[in-house]
């Protein structure tokens, strides 16, 4: 029953389809081919595209009930396949993939770039004191943490207590090392006060990967 409908959803998308180059709508499945890295990219791009960031609570519900309609074979006639790839990617972006609740904004894939651009700048500024370096290192581990979460696996709950020592760990670990190779560049006598600066600017690097708890091996994308 579930193939019939689907077939005829398929049906009813293609008629308009002579007019885009949207390849035939797969419900759950990537627009863009994975068997080549060009076709991986643009995932990747439809993934963190911010524009998502902007779509109304009615555009929402709009594309989960063009998505439904598919599901179930009641689409309208004249509906794209490009249409349907739009919903599909609206509803990825803000919602939950197990518990259909919306994604913090801050937290959404989408929201990677607008929200932790002002981090990455803040890690790299120049002449550092331990204060800012302790507290960007903090911040870019806690936004780590939070959009893991956020877009956990949850049909795999892992307790509260494994996420909290993941957490605590990756930023004692991150702060350790910042500020360590701090330390260690100002102590180098050798060298100049340019390759000094010049060093420093790369201390941030090491420390910023560090949440690598298995939360991220379950991580919805």
Not at 51 to 80: C, I, M, N, S, W
Not at 84 to 113: C, V
Not at 198 to 218: K, M, S
């Amino acid at each position: 029953m579930a193939d019939t409908a689907t077939t005829a959803s398929a049906a009813a998308a293609s008629p308009a389809n002579a007019s885009t180059d949207a390849p035939p709508f797969q419900l759950g499945k990537p627009r863009f081919q994975q068997t080549s890295f060009y076709g991986r990219f643009r995932h990747f791009l439809d993934i963190i595209d911010p524009r998502t960031l902007f779509v109304t609570e009615r555009r929402l519900r709009e594309a989960v009930q063009l998505l439904e309609d598919y599901k179930h074979g009641t689409l309208r006639p004249g509906v794209t396949n490009e249409q349907l790839w739009g919903a599909q990617k609206i509803k990825q972006a803000i919602l939950h993939p197990d518990t259909n609740e919306k994604i913090f904004m801050p937290f959404r894939m989408s929201g990677y770039i607008p929200f932790g651009t002002p981090i990455v700048v803040g890690l790299l500024l120049p002449n550092q004191t331990l204060a800012s370096t302790v507290f960007w290192q903090w911040l870019n581990q806690s936004h780590n943490a939070c959009v893991n979460y956020a877009n956990r696996n949850a049909t795999k709950p892992s307790p509260a207590s494994k996420f909290i020592q993941g957490y605590l760990g990756a930023v004692i670990s991150a702060v350790s090392i910042a500020v360590g190779l701090n330390v260690l560049v100002q102590k180098a006598n050798k060298f100049t006060p340019a390759t000094r600066l010049l060093v420093q600017r790369f201390v941030p690097f090491p420390a910023v990967d560090l949440w690598l708890g298995d939360e991220d091996q379950n991580l919805h994308t």
